[in-house]
């Protein structure tokens, strides 16, 4: 994992309100679309940004509250090969349990994924629209204690195990230097 520069927490949940925006969870209070959602989160203004944040996150916002504020946060690069993707961890949710037979590894749902694609439509689904070039890498949040890792997704899981089916199972080489920006938060 390669450090980029410091951001702040509002940096980090705005980013991860840009991937939830491309989500099939978009489903956002009042009647903002995509597009005007989009507009606020890439408006500069901390204010709208803030206001859209709290509109696409509210479903999350108990994950949100629950990542301590002293963790430090950084724009990081994650680089797309065995040995980085092995170290990458699924928050412990029970769909997550049934798809990694208990390991919790982003490596072992993708293995069982890719054998039976019927185990998780939803990650099937993002595979397809990631062969497609139709996914949004912007958001992917990872938390560690050192930036070797070991790291658990708490955003972009579905993504990162379609990033390891395509680029590690199935040999594709769908993921421009093989590298993916993410936000690493290190307690």
């Known amino acids: 994992m390669k450090l980029i520069e410091k951001i702040d927490r509002h940096e980090v949940l705005r980013r991860w309100a840009i991937g939830e925006v491309y989500s099939e969870f978009f489903n956002p209070l009042y009647e903002f679309g995509r ?4 507009k606020m989160l890439l408006s500069g203004s901390r204010y709208l940004e803030r206001e859209a944040i709290d509109m ?10 629950s990542i301590s504020l002293y963790v430090k ?7 797309i090969n065995k040995s980085d993707l092995d170290m990458v961890y699924t928050l ?3 769909g997550w349990e049934k798809n990694t037979d208990g390991s919790f590894l982003v490596a072992d749902a993708a293995r069982n994924i890719n054998e039976m694609p019927d185990m998780d439509a939803r990650i099937s689904g993002i595979y397809q629209s990631l ?12 938390l560690a204690v050192d930036k070797i890792g070991p790291y658990v997704a708490v955003e972009g899981t579905g993504r990162l195990t379609s990033i390891y089916m395509a680029q590690q199972l199935n040999n594709l080489d769908l ?4 590298q993916v920006e993410v936000a690493l938060g290190l307690y």
Do not use: C, H, S
Not at 133 to 139: E, H, S
Not at 175 to 178: K, M, S, V
């Open 35 to 38: 597009d005007e959602t989009m």
């Open 56 to 65: 696409v996150l509210e479903f999350k916002q108990n994950l949100v509250d």
């Open 73 to 79: 946060w950084y724009r990081a690069i994650l680089e």
């Open 92 to 94: 412990q949710l029970p």
């Open 131 to 142: 062969k497609d070039r139709d996914v949004k890498l912007q958001g992917i949040t990872l």
């Open 175 to 178: 993921i421009q230097d093989n």
